[in-house]
């Protein structure tokens, strides 16, 4: 098999994936600091840590 | 020298019409555009049948880094502008000029060759049915005048309002998404009738991976419509949830997009059909940037039309957000008076902009109608690419400086990582881009030359404050006499005498020149201009700090404003480059999110200097002090701060270490001696050492013998200032004792260990 085939399509999974999960992650955040009413960097900040060791 | 503060306020406003779809079919719109009919041949022509996959599933990828830095700047300064918006608050005028100069014309010229586009595949279309015969003009030029017209029909839509551009718009990307997504589906159904199609993927990479730089580079810059996104800040409704989100779902939906129709373009051509000679990969690539649309007929019965459908529904929906976005760049450019103000002007009926629509009219229609549009193009890619450098230095840069005082509605994962990351690919790439043509080659140099021209000519002189700058009021200069700088930022009378007799015996120890600050603070709803009703107090303070120190010391006093003191205080104490930053703290905060307050805790973390906090503090010398030490340059700072304030008849000082269990021990003695300046230790007694897992308790238990505790802060600010509740900081907050906080400058590998 072509070893450029797999790992083509290796990378472009991950690549791909990645971008998903970022743009999940991102949209994630966003409803978060709007239904909590965060505001500035420090208040994010904490309640991602928060939600993190939850 | 003082700034000028102008009223700032507009008095018709743009109108909040643009949903989140409107918002994401935007960007759709802009991205894909003329991008997938010339980059899927050009791509499978360099880097073959895999290449042409990889280099838009990578390009998604890295034009996503760029997309989230624009979706965090959006979301804390939603306003039409963009780039420049972003420049202006991170870098200033000349900076965020430049920038909103290259948008406005990168943005207009986008704009002529979408027009173009349109005109040259409709013809091509009309001439293939022959319908053409009768034309009375070449048909170049009929092309050129089909241009012109359909750019004035858009800038006329653009003109109805924001309501009719989106929709408009979102109406000819759904029609552009539904003939690509007809494509693609054709393409998956082909593979699932004839798997053996499959077999035009290999060899995947049949010219190497270098080649995939090189595709990567051309592409790129087609995922740029979270520009167009980030100019709709004034019109879109709830701007700090949409405009991240519309940016985030446009670059997922265009990846998809371009990897569907590109795989569908591989597989689209039977290997060995007639004409179809060698590879399937090198028969799409002879023809290029025709070579998707040649690859689509043989894929599907009308498949030139279906090709020739979703060019004219590209082109057009990209004509209509690039004239939108131009617009708002120069009408943001007029707002903030970097142009004549007409710019900023605003239809009392329609909601627009129609002056910075007719100045992005006549661009867009001149290079349309009278320049060879596909060369001036060129240089609008590079333009583009250095807006997104721009970009990502920004969202690194406001969010350290500004991140306390904006309101965010998104905040990117992995920062500073993906900025970074962005900018070095990117740089990579730009080496990769199309070499421009000659005639781009003047015309860039030429627009952004006569940009920097114009700055200074009328921009610099005219332009107005906008409410996060720094503006100095009053200042008034010493001589400089001394190497070493303090800095005493005083708020108000009864303050300022206490902080600067508990300062003396420092500055007089450092031989220091003194600059006197005074931050205005002006309510956030009242204007800037309202700054000089506030600069009564801090004219007061600084009077009387005066009078206590001018004997003694060159003194220079400044009244500044800024909406944040603190960025206040850390910017000028940059800008003179300031030493040690004195300042006082009461006690406890009402804050919650603060361990000293919205003041101090961002100067110890920020500020480019040793930072000294006095708490409780009323004498100039004291007999008994205490200094908890656990190495590192703060315990340095607190056994010299200590040490001058050590009164020289009978004072001494008690250094102590409190370590847990099991825990390594310091050695205060080597310590002292390789690090203290001898005099300091002359006047240090039998060094204290402590086992205890409660390390505050520890200390606070031994301050009751001691009149002054000198403490330095915890080494990791950010992490201090996010969990609050570290060592220094808690005893700083529980000690009823005179006790000063010190924090040492940063040294490089300190700050490389912190960013890490």
Redesign the interface.
């Known amino acids: 098999m072509d070893i450029n085939l797999v790992l083509g399509l290796i990378i472009m999974v991950l690549a791909f994936g990645f971008m998903v999960y970022l743009m999940l992650y991102s949209r994630k955040n966003i409803d978060t600091i709007a239904e909590k009413k965060l505001t500035n960097v420090r208040q994010i900040m904490r309640e991602m840590r928060h939600d993190r060791s939850n | 020298m003082t700034d000028r503060i102008d009223d700032h306020s507009i008095s018709t406003e743009l109108s909040r019409e643009l949903k989140l779809f409107h918002l994401t079919m935007m960007g759709v719109g802009m991205m894909i555009g003329a991008g997938v009919f010339l980059g899927v041949g050009n791509a499978i022509h360099y880097s073959g049948p895999?290449g042409v996959?990889?280099t838009f599933?990578?390009n998604?990828?890295v034009a996503?880094f760029t997309a989230?830095s624009y979706?965090e700047l959006s979301?804390a300064i939603p306003r039409a502008g963009g780039a420049y918006n972003f420049a202006r608050v991170a870098f200033g005028r000349s900076t965020s000029f430049v920038a909103g100069w290259m948008e406005w014309f990168a943005s207009s010229v986008a704009g002529s060759l979408y027009a173009v586009t349109f005109g040259i595949y409709t013809l091509h279309y009309f001439e293939q049915l022959g319908l053409l015969a009768w034309l009375p003009v070449e048909l170049h030029t009929a092309e050129k005048i089909v241009a012109i017209l359909v750019a004035s029909l858009f800038v006329y839509i653009n003109y109805r309002g924001a309501s009719e551009t989106g929709k408009t718009g979102a109406l000819f990307t759904l029609g552009q998404m539904i003939t690509l997504g007809i494509i693609g589906i054709a393409g998956i159904w082909i593979v699932v009738k004839e798997p053996s199609r499959l077999q035009n993927?290999?060899?995947?990479?049949p010219l190497g991976?270098s080649k995939l730089l090189v595709t990567m580079g051309f592409t790129y810059v087609a995922f740029e419509g979270y520009e167009v996104i980030a100019q709709a800040g004034d019109e879109a409704i709830?701007p700090?949830?949409n405009l991240?989100?519309a940016m985030?779902?446009s670059?997922?939906f265009v990846?998809l997009t371009y990897?569907i129709v590109a795989f569908a373009a591989v597989v689209g051509v039977k290997a060995g059909s007639p004409g179809v000679e060698g590879a399937v990969w090198e028969w799409i690539g002879s023809f290029n940037e025709k070579g998707f649309g040649m690859a689509v007929q043989r894929l599907m019965p009308f498949g030139g039309f279906l090709v020739t459908l979703t060019v004219i529904f590209a082109s057009t929906s990209a004509l209509n957000a690039t004239i939108y976005s131009a617009t708002r760049a120069s009408y943001a450019l007029g707002r903030d008076q970097m142009l004549p103000n007409i710019f900023s002007k605003i239809s009392l009926k329609q909601k627009t902009p129609y002056v910075a629509l007719f100045g992005t009219a006549v661009i867009v229609l001149v290079v349309a109608g009278l320049l060879p549009t596909m060369d001036v193009a060129s240089s609008a890619s590079m333009m583009f690419l250095l807006l997104f450098f721009l970009v990502n230095i920004c969202v690194i840069k406001i969010?350290r400086d500004m991140?306390?005082?904006?309101?965010?509605?998104?905040?990117?994962?992995f920062f500073p990582v993906l900025p970074i990351l962005a900018i070095i690919i990117q740089a990579t790439l730009a080496i990769w881009m199309h070499s421009m043509s000659m005639i781009a080659w003047i015309i860039a140099p030429g627009w952004i030359l006569t940009g920097v021209f114009i700055y200074f000519l009328y921009s610099k002189s005219h332009s107005i404050s906008t409410s996060y700058e720094i503006i100095t009021l009053e200042e008034e200069k010493a001589e400089e006499t001394a190497a070493y700088r303090v800095m005493i930022p005083v708020a108000n009378p009864n303050n300022a005498i206490q902080l600067v007799r508990n300062g003396f015996k420092l500055l007089e120890a450092k031989q220091a020149q003194v600059e006197l600050l005074n931050m205005v603070k002006v309510p956030e709803q009242l204007p800037l201009y309202n700054a000089e009703e506030y600069m009564w107090e801090g004219r007061e303070a600084i009077t009387e700090a005066m009078i206590y120190l001018t004997t003694y010391f060159p003194v220079t006093t400044t009244i500044r404003y800024c909406r944040n003191v603190a960025r206040g205080i850390i910017s000028a104490a940059r800008e003179k480059r300031i030493n040690m930053i004195i300042m006082g703290w009461k006690g406890k905060t009402t804050r919650k999110?603060?361990i000293f307050g919205s003041t101090i805790d961002p100067v110890i973390q920020k500020a480019p200097s040793n930072v000294l906090v006095f708490k409780n503090c009323s004498e100039t010398l004291y007999k008994k002090i205490l200094v908890p030490i656990s190495g590192g340059p703060n315990s340095r700072l607190a056994l010299e701060v200590a040490g001058i304030m050590c009164d020289p008849e009978g004072g001494y000082i008690v250094p102590l270490n409190v370590s847990p269990p099991g825990s390594e021990i310091l050695d205060i003695e080597q310590f002292i001696a390789k690090e203290c300046d001898p005099v300091v230790g002359q006047k240090v007694l039998e060094p204290r050492y402590k086992i205890s897992r409660q390390i505050s308790d520890a200390i606070l238990a031994e301050v009751e013998d001691f009149d002054l505790v000198v403490i330095g802060a915890s080494n990791d600010q950010a992490l201090a200032?996010?969990?609050r509740s570290t060592i220094p900081e808690e005893v700083a907050d529980r000690c009823d004792k005179s006790m000063v906080m010190v924090k040492a400058t940063e040294g490089f590998e300190t700050l490389v260990k912190r960013i890490i």
């Not at chain 2, 991140?403 to 994962?413: A, F, K, R, T, V």
């Open positions: 895999g996959l990889l599933a990578l998604g990828l996503m989230m979706a979301s993927f290999q060899p995947f990479l991976w709830e700090q949830r991240p989100k985030l779902y670059i997922f990846t990897l969010r991140g306390d005082e904006l309101q965010y509605g998104y905040l990117m994962p999110d603060y200032q996010l969990i």
